[in-house]
């Protein structure tokens, strides 16, 4: 008996190294790993990380170790939280993209996996990270490119369109007028040839600057191309109105007729 119980005890012994021995190896491959990860215990404490998820939030590995998601402010606002609290319930991964401030002020967008992972006899949370932020901002500008000119910046043909037909609509529903105003530049091409385009697209600059100043913000001022403006007036009511645009005169020279 005495036998069996040495050999049993040997046997753990050994099991328990091997098993400090795989937690050393994957601690090892989880802080050495350029993806961002942490491993938090099941009262919600990072217990382990790496710098890269340390980097992505904005702060060091040392201060993410004493971080508790339970805790987090973030975390709750943006549903890791109550993701987080499901895993460990349900035993099962769960994956989510979301947007979030961090605490330390950082804005970031990724796509996160919550893994649950059993450590002694209790379910862990693996969190492993993909940064989108990048990828994200690249994506909002093109967006931004394919509904606005490069050069203005304001609302282009298709984004102008857009907003017509919402106008329209919008004045069936509620018997309300709208106006839509074409403009272009006196002499412009003269202005291009005499001084060069550079002044030209200053300009075109200048004045896409000082139309949206003379109507309201639910307007659109939108560049056709060249020197072609439209601007959208919505709302109007249901009386015919003649609006009248008048642009400011700076103290500087201009060349707006």
Same mark, same amino acid.
């Given at each position: 008996?005495?036998?069996?119980?040495?050999?049993?005890l040997e !046997?753990?012994?050994?099991?328990?190294?091997?098993? /400090?021995?795989?937690?050393? $190896?994957?601690?090892?491959?989880?802080?050495?790993s350029?993806?961002?990860?942490?491993?938090f215990?099941?009262?919600?404490?990072?217990?382990?990380?790496n710098e890269? *998820?340390?980097?992505?939030?904005?702060?060091?590995?040392?201060?993410?170790?004493?971080?508790?998601y339970?805790?987090?402010?973030?975390? &709750?606002?943006?549903? =890791?939280?109550?993701?987080c =609290?499901?895993?460990v319930?349900?035993?099962?991964?769960?994956?989510?993209e979301a947007?979030?401030?961090?605490?330390?002020?950082?804005?970031?967008?990724? +796509?996160c996996?919550?893994?649950?992972?059993k450590? $002694?006899?209790?379910?862990?949370i !693996?969190?492993?990270?993909?940064?989108?932020?990048? &990828?994200?901002?690249?994506? @909002?500008?093109?967006?931004?490119?394919?509904?606005?000119d @490069? =050069?203005t910046?304001l609302p282009? &043909?298709r984004?102008?369109? +857009?907003?017509?037909?919402?106008?329209?609509?919008?004045?069936?529903?509620h018997?309300?007028?709208?106006?839509?105003?074409? !403009?272009?530049?006196?002499?412009?091409?003269?202005?291009? +040839?005499?001084h060069g385009h550079? /002044?030209?697209?200053?300009?075109?600059?200048?004045?896409?600057?000082? =139309?949206p100043?003379?109507?309201?913000?639910?307007?659109?001022v939108?560049?056709?191309?060249?020197?072609e403006?439209?601007?959208l007036?919505? +709302?109007?009511?249901?009386? &015919?109105?003649?609006?009248?645009?008048?642009?400011q005169?700076s103290?500087?020279?201009? *060349?707006?007729?």
């Amino acid at each position: 008996m005495q036998e069996k119980i040495a050999a049993a005890l040997e !046997l753990a012994r050994s099991a328990n190294r091997e098993l /400090v021995t795989v937690l050393k $190896n994957e601690g090892a491959i989880l802080r050495l790993s350029p993806m961002p990860m942490a491993l938090f215990a099941p009262n919600g404490r990072c217990i382990e990380t790496n710098e890269a *998820y340390a980097e992505m939030i904005g702060t060091t590995r040392d201060i993410v170790l004493t971080m508790n998601y339970k805790e987090s402010e973030s975390w &709750r606002v943006s549903g =890791l939280l109550e993701d987080c =609290l499901a895993v460990v319930e349900a035993n099962r991964p769960r994956r989510r993209e979301a947007q979030i401030t961090t605490t330390f002020g950082k804005n970031i967008w990724f +796509d996160c996996q919550m893994i649950p992972i059993k450590l $002694n006899g209790e379910t862990h949370i !693996l969190v492993k990270v993909i940064d989108l932020t990048e &990828r994200k901002r690249l994506e @909002a500008e093109l967006r931004h490119l394919s509904f606005h000119d @490069a =050069l203005t910046q304001l609302p282009n &043909r298709r984004l102008l369109l +857009d907003r017509l037909k919402h106008a329209m609509q919008l004045s069936r529903r509620h018997n309300s007028h709208f106006a839509l105003l074409f !403009l272009d530049l006196n002499k412009f091409k003269q202005l291009n +040839d005499t001084h060069g385009h550079e /002044v030209g697209d200053h300009m075109l600059i200048e004045v896409a600057r000082r =139309l949206p100043l003379v109507v309201r913000d639910t307007d659109t001022v939108a560049r056709l191309g060249g020197d072609e403006f439209v601007v959208l007036l919505e +709302d109007l009511g249901a009386e &015919r109105l003649r609006p009248t645009i008048t642009l400011q005169q700076s103290s500087r020279k201009s *060349y707006i007729p």
